[in-house]
Nanobody, 119 residues
C-alpha cells in the first residue's frame, strides 16, 4: 500500500473550488510528522503551497493565502487541501508529502493528482 495517496483532483472553471484528499493510512505514525501539499507545473520546479506541522500550525505560499486551506483529520490520518476561488495559474499536479518535523526536506511523496482550472 502506498504510504500517501491523493485524490480529489479534476477540472473546474476559474472561481470554482476543489478539495484534495491525501490518505496517509499506509504511513504509520504520520500524525507525528509534518505534512505538506506541493504542486508542479510543466517546466517548473515543485513548489510547496501549504504545510501543517504535528501541532496543527499551518503555512501557505503567498500565491494561495486566503484561498487555500490545509487541514488534517488526526484520528483518520487524512490530509486535506480545500481550494477556493481557483485561478488558471493554479493548474498543476498536486502532491502530498511527509517529513519528520525535525528534517528540512520531505522524504515521502504521493503519486500526485491533476488539477486543471479553465477560464
Amino acid at each position: 500500500q502506498a504510504p500517501l495517496k491523493e485524490s480529489g483532483g479534476g477540472s473546474v472553471q476559474a472561481g470554482g473550488s476543489l478539495r484534495l484528499t491525501c490518505f496517509a493510512s499506509g504511513y504509520p505514525g504520520s500524525w507525528n510528522y509534518c505534512l505538506g501539499w506541493f504542486r508542479r507545473t510543466e517546466g517548473r520546479d515543485r513548489m510547496e503551497v501549504a504545510g501543517i506541522d504535528n501541532a496543527g500550525r499551518t503555512t501557505y505560499a503567498n500565491s494561495v493565502k486566503g484561498r487555500f486551506t490545509i487541514s488534517k483529520d488526526f484520528p483518520k490520518n487524512i490530509l486535506y487541501l480545500q481550494m477556493n476561488n481557483l485561478k488558471v495559474e493554479d493548474t498543476a499536479i498536486y502532491y502530498c508529502a511527509a517529513r519528520k518535523c525535525g528534517d528540512t526536506s520531505y522524504s515521502v511523496w504521493g503519486q500526485g493528482t491533476q488539477v486543471t482550472v479553465s477560464s
